[in-house]
């Protein structure tokens, strides 16, 4: 029935795709706030936690189901589990990429925003009133970060309408191994400056007392999930262009290990420098597009390590914008049995909307919080990726672990002859759920 179904080309593709789609903005902007925002060391240690423990297991869970079901977020729940109400956590995956990538892309276009202007030569040396009060004076402003949003989300759209196989696929042959290398290069010049040592104790000495703060868990939880694009169907809906014999467990772990790669580099690129430029290390989602230029500025041939840093950065994501879009792209083509051409469109239009909520949030409509303090865009991040995405993990533990009988569930994951089948059986049925659900309800103020 579903004979003209996209696939990948080769299992070199879903790998490529699906790392490119979890480095990403994710990785540097969101990573280095978050950490700073959290206390540093200690919310490291319970990220990578989050990521072996919950994190890479459901991952492989997640692809599973999709390759499993052959079918988008909803319709893998729907095949599976006919007439059970399990496709509902599939509509919370369709809104939460929309969610997601109405922020995301406000954030990919001042990267853009930022590529444009080390590609003109103006970002070279320091404008007059610094990186800093520069940065302000443009997100707080209307049309030119609309502007910005609005191309990378052309750009996005262009590539779904595509199909995902030859652009994103040879974008990220190139462009993943320019930012690892040039994140590298980076870190190497970050630990030379002075105050590179209080960056390094900041990220990786834990200052146990900010654990008695049940934000700190929700927040690495969430950044892990965000990080791993684990949660929303992105995992599900790759899965699913991956034909049966494909093997997914070593995929899988290489994926996490990869994402958690760039993470830990760009700390280590980031935090050095913010104390060597007396920068607040919870200034918020600011923090990379002062402290960068701020490098660069010191670096020789700085302008043109900012030229590829943010050419890179842009292009890592745009192979996480696309990731985003397909999920909602392959629920309407499969539902609706609209062209991809037209769902692309229509949903890219939808999400540029959501954007501008975000991105006027930063200016014009600052004073609205919807939740506390926090502005659209933090609100709609904070909804995302604390509440949906551990939500979205929740179900896929519940449904491999509890709805799937065990041969199944192993069967599924391509688990059912290793030792470790057992321990990753073990890990999706009780212990991913009950710390979901225990860092919920700390949050909640119940435990
Ligand atoms: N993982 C991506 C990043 O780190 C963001 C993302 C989240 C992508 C959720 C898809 C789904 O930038
Ligand atoms: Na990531």
Redesign the pocket.
Known sequence: MNSTRESWASKLGFMLAAMG???????IW?FSYVAGENGGGAFLILYLASILIVGIPLLLAEVSIGRKAKSDVVGSYRTLAPEKPWYLAGFLGVFG?LL?LGF?SVVAGWSMYYFWNYLSGYFFTVPEQGYGATFETFTSSTAQPLMWHGIFMVLTIAIVLTGVKKGIELANKIFMPALAVLLIILAIFSLSLDGAMEGLRFLFQPDWSVLSNPSVYIAALGQA????????G?MMTYGSYLGDHHKLPGATVGIGLM?TFFAVISGIVIFPAVFAFGIEPDSGPVLVFITLPDIFSQIPFGGVVGILFFLSLTL??VS??V??LEVPVAYLMRTFKWSRRQASIITGIIIFILGIGASLGMGAWSGFTPIGQLNIMDSMDYIASNIF?PIGGLVIALFVGWYFSRREALTAADLQHQAVGRWWYVIVKYLAPVIILLIFLNALGVL
């Open positions: 789609s979890a480095v990403g903005l994710g990785n969101r990429a997601i995301y999930f965000f990080s791993l694009s684990l949660g929303v992105v994402d890592a994501a996480s914008s990731s985003l995405l």
